[in-house]
């Protein structure tokens, strides 16, 4: 018996994308690796995958990402 529960991080009403199942989930039903978020909601938690490439496209273009080409 173990001596300590291993336990899955997350709260009831918070809301997560599980990238391995691709599905919105609440609390803690996968583990932390496996998931996206907190959102507050099932359809922001929903969108999750389209609000990363949009996140993505933005940082690619962002200067202060870039280094200046050399001289």
């Known amino acids: 018996m173990a001596l ?3 336990r899955t991080v997350g ?3 918070e809301w997560y994308y599980c ?3 691709q599905k919105v ?3 803690p039903e ?3 690796k496996d ?3 907190p959102y ?3 359809k922001e938690a929903a969108h ?3 609000t990363a490439r949009e996140r993505n496209a933005e940082w690619d273009e962002d200067p202060r990402w870039h280094e200046p080409p050399p001289k």
């Open 40 to 42: 507050g909601s099932p």
């Open 25 to 27: 989930e609440e609390g």
């Open 30 to 32: 996968c583990p932390a």
């Open 4 to 6: 300590f529960k291993r």
């Open 48 to 50: 999750a995958m389209e």
């Open 19 to 21: 990238l391995k199942h």
């Open 35 to 37: 998931r996206m978020g």
């Open 11 to 13: 709260k009831p009403g």
